[in-house]
């Protein structure tokens, strides 16, 4: 950082991005906030304003909490599975072994597909008269599962697609973390005689921890966003087991046409995210090493 | 042999087994989307879990061919090599700017939190003020509508990749090419944009990936069936009325294979991109 | 001088006609850009766009195939957008009050469209709003009417009677669920939305209940309506798996399977796959009635799609011209005959080669003639939203008929009182 601040230059280099950000960020929040007070339809306009009458009548709206929960149970679940198991995938690939160089791009395949994509495979596979999965455990003796239809399993059917589709990227994070390990901490541990455990819990998991919190981080967020795989899976049902808080929002703005009310449940939604966003975040820049 | 190679031996094998089971994990469902679209319609409703097909056929590719895929995967195309040529050129004067000048008051800071809540951003949470926004402009059911909102999506990441990558350019050579008398943008042109090629590339790739499997806001702001992208394209596949899965795995087949292709080169990258959030 | 200049005047009038005669008698051109239905309503416009293309080659065509929802929130944005984006566009008769309300649609019978004289009264009312009186928005394109299915040969076995009411439903069900191996008793949509409310309906006005009272107020909240809905579950018990989420294809394919006794929701472009042997396995064994009665006779429910041309469409005259062509007699008794698309105007039903391919077409047209209509209150979509929320709410066991009526009643109101 030694060149003179040419003025110039570096408001010019920096402009587009601020211009671009602040028009597709910046103003879209205020007009949400504002659409949020008042009693706004689509098609019929401007109906008055109404304060905080629709954040209330959303807080008791039986169909608003429970896409809160669904949401936020889907998040959770689907993180800390994709960490377990992301963990298992980085650590089997961080010893050196034949054809590790081939397969490792191959395990992230399934987060280079289109969502839309994964949802088609799954959910012929989710089928439950000919689907691939009940297939398989009707040929071993087993009874079919009603993946998307049986309101207590089709939220952690869709968390299933979501763990296939994205522990790859925990994987990867987790393998980088891995290897900027020394391989000498290792050594002296075994030197010290600890067993594998030992070593996991007391050199491995400290080590990454960092690495740790960005995948649980960008996992929780992204899975927060839920829409794309429950309006291509279930539409939301069965009853309303599926239906996330971003359909909730889509259905009220895009489909009623309920402007005040989806602008209302989207701040609520972006609360909620920013929280969780600011809890991880502190604890990324505390785990740095610096 | 002794015990502890006969339990090596062991650990081995089992690492093997483990190995495999966490690649077919990770593969068996691409496989069977590749094989499926190759079976014939009587084998949709067989009870016998099969990966590749009893009977080989490619009218599902056909009917494809015929229904639209093609000016679909142009659309694709338009969007997602416009968004990310609009990223790359206004993230990486971002970059620049934050790596090389000094900022008052912590403002470059300031400016990279932003982007961070950018990401973190519900993108339904601004899409019906987008949605108008794109009105005013006459942007709306517009190809160009698009890649003006898919910044939402490739900005901040391309602005957060290419920060790493300029800031891997030792200053020594810039003030090299300073005190030879090269203003700054002779300085970007001829030094910096060679020495940050292929983090170029891999952010280009990177942004791309996420442009080419957008689908919420191609939904939303995207009516006219000429202008739909390929994962609409595909949703309309998962219909009301039957679930084709021919056309159905076919279509999720041809629309993966160029960024299957295109992630096989930024493999390293990705890594890098996901260790490069810490810093 | 005087002639000179009369002599002029009569120049420039015949020119303009020699000018203006061409594009009078031209013929339909340019592009014309169709929004429709997926399934078998896609399949019949595919045909009639291609013959309408062979008769006009000077016009290219666009058809998007859409299913339920998409093809509503596609119309709602892009017709209220005034975008462009459709010259014609296919709704659901329901849809009709908000579009049409709107002012979205071409008014059909001032812009001078030759209307078919054949149409089907009660088709024919639901494309005009005001209902019946208003002007003409839209035509009746598919002439849907909601009927009731049985399997002859079971009953026969089970020396069950034709069902007269839905008590005799539920016991033919019982009946045939415990003692016919491998068949159900019954089979519906169970899938939350438009599907699960169609089949709900005739049930509802059969027990004498209805959503909608004549002064356009909620008028769920009744004892009629709890028991309807108790039936309605009750019905469940002897359904295949898996029916709280069975849409049309599943609900066919019991039927043609063999494996479901009677589907108390068919609508005649399902029923010409039960007579081919190519798919059916109950060829000539399946009954057509008007779903039966209970408190009050039974109304057969109209559930036609209708055709309109889109205020902001870019080629109206074309569109217009294809309006004409496809309910035209012989389009529409040609598209019976290859898909089994039920039509909309009385001709085609007599036609000879029609009745002996679908042997049940008189009582098709019967039913149809004496339709009664869904509500038409421009906040259909949303109030059928509510309902067939809650009564997935029923299915799946999570509430009561008791609880789940004057909920879905209270939020019914909110919904009107917008």
Known sequence: MLHRTQNLTRILLLLPALVLLAALTIYPLVTVVYYSFFDYHYVRGFEGFVGLDNYRNLLGDLFFTVSVRNTLVFALLATSSQLLLGLAFALLFNRPFRGRQLFVPLMILPMILSTMVVSAIWRAWFHYDFGFLNNVLRAVGLEGVRWLFDPGIALYSIALVDLWQWTPMVFLILLAGLQSIPGEYYEAARIDGANGFQVLTSITLPLIKGHLFLAALLRTVDAFKLFDKVYALTGGGPGISTESVSTYIYREGFRYFNVGTASAASIIMLAVALTLTLVYAGQVLRGQRR | ?279 | MTIGRWTRLVGCALVALVLALPSALAQPSGNLVIAGRDGVFGEALGLATGWFAEENPGVTIELLRLPYAGLYENLVISLRERSGAFDVVMLDDTWAPEFMAAGWLRDLEAAGMAINPGFVRSALDASRYPFAEGPLFAVPHVGNVLLFAYRTDLFEQYGLERPGSWTDVLAAAQTISEQADGVHGVVFRGIRGNPIVTGFLPLLWAYGADIIDADGRAAFDSPASVAAMETFLALKAFAPVGVEVYNASEVRDALQRGVAAMAIEIWPSWIPALDDPAVSEVVGQVEIMPAPGQVAGPSPMLGSWLLGVAADARNPQTAQAFLEFVTSDEIQRRLALEVGLPPTAEGPYMDAEVVARYRWYPAQLEALQNARARPRIPEWSQVESILGDYLQFVLIGQMTPQQAVPEAHRRIEAALRR
């Not at chain 2, 968004?83 to 008052?104: D, E, I, N, Q, W």
């Not at chain 2, 190809?143 to 901040?156: F, M």
């Not at chain 2, 087949?253 to 996901?274: D, N």
């Open chain 2, 1 to 279: 042999m002794t015990a502890a190679r006969a339990r090596r031996y062991l650990q081995g094998a089992l690492l093997a087994v483990a190995t495999a089971l966490a690649l077919t994990f990770a593969l068996l469902p691409i496989v069977w989307l590749a094989g499926t679209s190759f079976k014939s319609p009587g084998e949709f409703t067989s009870r016998q879990p099969t990966i590749l097909p009893r009977e080989f056929t490619t009218m599902h590719y056909q009917l494809l061919w015929a229904e639209g895929f093609p000016r679909r995967l142009q659309n694709s195309l338009i969007v997602t090599v416009g968004a990310t040529l609009v990223s790359l050129v206004v993230a990486f004067g971002a970059a620049y700017a934050l790596t090389r000048f000094r900022f008052p008051a912590k403002l470059d800071v300031l400016f990279l939190f932003w982007v961070l809540l950018v990401k973190m951003v519900p993108p339904i949470v601004i899409a019906i003020p987008l949605y108008q926004v794109l009105r005013l402009l006459g942007l709306l059911n517009t190809l160009p509508g698009l890649i003006v909102v898919y910044q939402v999506y490739t900005l901040p990441y391309c602005i957060w990749l290419l920060l790493g990558f300029v800031r891997d350019v030792p200053i020594e050579i810039e003030e090299a090419a300073a005190i030879d008398g090269a203003s700054t943008w002779q300085t970007i042109q001829r030094i910096v944009f060679p020495l940050i090629a292929p983090g170029l590339v891999a952010t280009a790739i990177f942004s791309s990936i996420l442009a080419w499997n957008e689908f919420l806001y191609a939904l939303l702001f995207v009516h006219s069936p000429a202008l739909f992208t390929l994962p609409i394209h595909i949703a309309n596949y998962i219909t009301e009325h039957e679930t084709l899965w021919g056309r159905l795995m076919g279509i999720g087949l041809l629309s993966s294979l160029p960024v299957l292709i295109l992630s096989g080169f930024i493999q390293r990258y990705l890594i890098r991109g996901f260790a490069m959030g810490l810093k």
